[in-house]
């Protein structure tokens, strides 16, 4: 990143005294602004600490010739000096006199955009939320001269404070090519904004600080004449301008709604619901956390929809490194299949490996049936085993040496599993010696294997999988034949004779004398009995933790069985098909 501060014009308007401090000061290149108030000591503060210049208090004569050395002060109380970005702010007594300032340094930092040049790039609008001080008008500036210089757009900058390219006629440089409108009266902003899409015919407009309900429908027209927007606005996170009734227009608005009996069944809500009114003016949002870290909702529309529906939002966090690597990370709102609650999951996306299958083309190529030769899935298991061995993550992923599936995809399969038991998955693959990766990295999945009631309830999660071209295989239930089912889908082994021995292995995985012996009972019932001769059987009254064990053996033949009787005589009735 390239700094310009042009340090010494803002110190040049200090007392002289005050001046000799800073200029010696080891921290000087980090100041943040210089605080003058009438009878208290001057302070400079800085990111992470604040101490004072002086134990001498500020005098009325003092505050005096700072304001002499100034430009005006405008109807927003700020000043500035010209072809500089600092920002002089006053504060009034209530005759009008000046009592106090605030100095704040200003700096072009180019490069600080580089966490989201690609949302830049993609010409949607764009709104910068942040606590004051964290960077929000640096970031504006800087995307406002990327827009102009490389990627040749009409920027024209709606400058009501002289904050984004300094105080004077001339703009700053650090704007590039870009325009900038000046504000006479802060109450006009609105009105300068439209006059800039009637008058320049701008392709980009830049706005700093929208705070009325005036400014966001001036915005809100603009977005709907197809000029991109980037903005920032008061507010910390979305759920602020959701809440607050002068902004929410920004993000679509919101509007009670009454549903009817069978909608507010089928949401599971009340029937008078909060709803998005309108979409939103700009389709992107980004959280400034801190300088290094910021959280960007890719689709506003989504976020809010989720909000006010009591979802989590999935959003991504973006974050840069003292070496200026970026990192992507997103929060998904996962749920154990273990237990059934809700958990959080911090998925790390890097970029995603290159793909000639269904996931690049968007569509699905029918399987090939297998040969009829095949008498035992194990050799059809040897056979994609051996094709993955070939497949070497340590290597450059080159197309002439990939051996890709059916699909196309690279061998093995990663599979990306949602509300299914992570412990059960591994296990059925071990046994099984199937050619399948877990992955936690959506991006880089060629198959998602979630519960059907799990994608039913989360639209995110099919948004995500559409996007990304990558196919959803559903099972009923976390079981372990459901889910051998739901592999055996994926590779298109899809034949019920296919390792039965080895699938039975998965029942007496780790399986203490008792669960083995409730196992074999049931097996034996199952081959000797239920199929041969079609006639139900009932077995020895077990633990519902063995019952349980019982039901999925008895569902891997394909078979039904319920459990009755009471406690602790409950036992297992097995039927034929």
């Not at 459990?563 to 034929?576: C, M, Q």
């Amino acid at each position: 990143m390239t700094i310009t501060d042009d340090l010494q014009k803002l110190l040049d308007i200090l007392p002289q005294d005050l001046r000799q401090v800073l200029e010696s000061h080891p921290k000087r290149d980090s100041l943040v602004e210089v605080v003058l108030d009438l009878g208290r000591r001057p302070e400079a503060r800085f990111p992470n600490q604040a101490e004072y210049l002086s134990e001498v208090p500020v005098t009325q004569e003092q505050i005096d010739d700072c304001i002499q050395r100034v430009g005006t002060f405008g109807g927003d109380n700020r000043a500035g000096i010209e072809q500089t970005l600092h920002r002089i702010s006053a504060i009034r007594n209530r005759t009008g006199k000046i009592i106090g300032l605030t100095c704040r340094v200003g700096r072009a930092i180019f490069g600080t955009i580089g966490m989201i040049r690609d949302l830049v790039e993609t010409g949607k609008s764009i709104l910068m939320l942040g606590r004051p001080g964290v960077g929000k008008t640096t970031a504006l500036r800087e995307i406002a001269r990327v827009l102009a210089d490389d990627l040749n757009k009409r920027v024209v900058i709606i400058d009501t404070s002289n904050e984004i390219a300094g105080d004077g006629d001339v703009a700053h440089p650090a704007i590039g090519r870009a325009r900038r409108m000046q504000v006479a009266h802060p109450d006009q902003q609105h009105q300068v904004m439209i006059e800039a899409v009637e008058n320049h015919m701008p392709e980009v407009i830049v706005i700093d600080e929208i705070g009325t309900e005036l400014e966001a429908l001036a915005a809100r027209t603009i977005a709907e004449r197809g000029v991109q927007l980037v903005g920032t606005a008061h507010g910390n996170q979305i759920e602020n301008l959701i809440k607050n009734p002068t902004l929410a227009d920004l993000v679509g608005g919101i509007q009670a709604v009454t549903l009817g009996d069978d909608e507010a069944r089928r949401r599971g809500s009340q029937k008078t619901v909060l709803e998005r009114k309108a979409p939103p003016t700009f389709e992107i949002a980004v959280e400034m956390l801190e300088r290094q870290r910021w959280t960007v909702h890719e689709s506003v529309a989504d976020t809010v929809d989720n909000l006010l529906r009591g979802r989590q939002p999935t959003p991504q966090t973006r974050t840069v490194d003292d070496q200026g690597k970026i990192g992507v990370t997103r929060q998904l709102a996962v749920v154990n299949g273990r237990g059934g609650q809700l958990e959080t999951v911090e998925e790390s996306f890097p970029p995603a490996r290159p793909s000639n299958g269904w996931r690049s083309s968007g569509q699905m190529v029918a399987l090939p049936q297998l040969p009829v030769e095949r008498v035992t899935g194990r050799s059809e298991f040897d056979r994609l085993l051996d094709e993955s061995f070939n497949y070497s993550e340590s290597i450059d992923l080159d197309a002439a040496t990939r051996h890709p599936g059916p699909n196309g995809e690279d061998l093995p399969l990663h599979v990306y599993p949602y509300g299914v038991s992570r412990h059960q998955l591994e296990q059925v693959i071990s046994v099984l010696t199937l050619p399948v990766v877990l992955t936690k990295d959506i991006d880089s999945a060629d198959a998602i294997l979630a519960l059907r009631s799990h994608v039913k309830n989360h639209a995110k999660l099919r948004q995500m999988a559409k996007a990304r071209h990558v196919p959803i295989h559903m099972i009923k239930s976390s079981t372990i034949p459901q889910i051998t089912r739901g592999l055996r889908r994926l590779l298109n082994i899809d034949d019920p004779e296919i390792a039965d021995d080895l699938e039975l292995q998965l029942f007496l995985h780790n399986g203490s004398d008792d669960e083995m012996d409730a196992l074999e009972e049931a097996r034996l019932a199952v081959e000797q009995i239920v199929i041969p001769k079609g006639q139900p059987v009932e077995l020895l009254p077990r633990s519902p933790q063995v019952r349980k064990m019982q039901h999925e053996l008895v569902e891997h033949y394909r078979l039904k069985s319920h459990s009755f009787g009471e406690e602790p005589n409950r036992r297992l009735r097995i039927y034929p098909a």
